[in-house]
């Protein structure tokens, strides 16, 4: 029994050490260690050898199959980690080719036409001396709408509704927040730009998005009228559409403005006679803007007695929408490949 045993082993390790795929293991360690195996046949045996004998036999089989075991794992793992190697070295793609079929270089993707209008915006306003700033989009109560002019249960908050985190925060309603954190930073007298993405919760249509973005300006200096802000308003626009354009200002109300406006300039699309774009007015409105009301420079520590400043909010996707023609501001989060391929 003991040689019948020991023969099996040597065997078996041999066959093992001697294959050269998983599936031939399989028969193998089936053939030895299976249900109807050479092993388990012996095992089945035992209860016809005396006490003695059969312990032994026993044991020795217990130790043979281990053995056998561990043989058929290690041999198994040799070979999946040599696949491995096989399908690394064998199986090379150079990714860094080029495409025999040139309509794949033309999928590169390309700048979203927001940004490339934010980008602009910044050349300008650098060139006009800003600095560009950077705010959160997750913004404290603060920021967003106590510092600027707006405590709580003023109506104004209505207008501007938003989405709260639970710990009381909430999603940027408006660039105006970076006012603060500007004048936190900064020391009069200073020009400061910030472009950013915003948030309302807003049922949406044609007109209106949940998400959107801005670009907020403001001036501090002395002496700052309002002919310092028409001034830079119309600059700024004459450069976004490369001619002059003609503007009017109507009375708008932003608690952190004081007098506040609405700036509309003359619809670029019909010349002013009357189109869908301006509702058959002639006048599209594009920038509210206003002279800082000294509540709002107080918050962010600045004599309002010794200094004054203007500061407007540009709408980015209405400054795109006018550029191109686009008649739905849903285009822009909408994902579509065809809409994005135009810019
Ligand atoms: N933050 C205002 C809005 O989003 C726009 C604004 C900016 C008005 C700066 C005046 C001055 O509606």
Not at 53 to 67: D, F, Q, V, W
Not at 123 to 136: A, R
Not at 178 to 196: H, Y
Request: proline fraction near 4%.
């Amino acid at each position: 029994m003991k040689e019948e045993l020991e023969k099996i082993k040597i065997n078996t390790l041999k066959e093992i050490a001697s294959s050269s795929s998983i599936d031939e293991i399989e028969s193998i360690r089936v053939r030895a260690l299976g249900r109807k195996g050479e092993l388990t046949a012996i095992l089945r045996g035992l209860s016809k050898l005396s006490h003695e004998e059969r312990s032994e036999t026993g044991k020795l089989s217990n130790e043979i199959k281990a053995a056998l075991e561990e043989a058929i794992e290690k041999r198994k793992s040799e070979m999946e980690n040599a696949a491995v190697e096989a399908m690394i070295h064998g199986d090379r793609i150079d990714l860094s080719l080029n495409s025999p079929d040139s309509t794949i270089a033309k999928k590169q993707g390309h700048i979203h036409p927001i940004s490339q209008i934010q980008y602009e915006l910044e050349d300008i306003f650098t060139s006009m001396g800003f600095e560009v700033l950077d705010g959160p989009e997750p913004e404290l109560e603060y920021y967003n709408f106590e510092a600027l002019n707006i405590p709580k249960h003023h109506p104004a908050r209505d207008m501007q509704d938003t989405f709260w985190t639970e710990d009381g925060n909430l999603l940027r309603t408006h660039t105006s927040a970076i006012q603060i954190r500007g004048m936190e930073k900064k020391t009069p007298p200073f020009k400061i730009m910030a472009p950013g993405r915003v948030f309302r919760y807003e049922s949406t249509d044609a007109s209106h998005e949940n998400t959107f973005y801005q670009v907020e300006g403001m001036m501090v200096d002395k002496d700052i009228s309002v002919a310092n802000l028409i001034y830079v308003m119309k600059e700024l626009l004459r450069q976004i559409f490369r001619q002059d354009v003609k503007v009017r200002l109507r009375p708008g109300y932003f608690p952190f403005v004081e007098p506040g406006f609405e700036l509309d300039i003359n619809c670029l699309i019909c010349g002013g006679k009357g189109c869908s774009v301006c509702k058959q007015s002639g006048w599209v409105e594009l920038l509210p803007c206003g002279l800082v009301h000294p509540n709002v420079l107080r918050f962010g520590n600045i004599d309002p007695d010794k200094w004054s400043g203007f500061a407007f909010g540009l709408g980015l996707n209405r400054l795109v929408m006018m550029r191109y023609g686009i008649t739905d501001i849903r285009h822009f989060l909408s994902g579509d490949i065809r809409f994005l391929n135009q810019f």
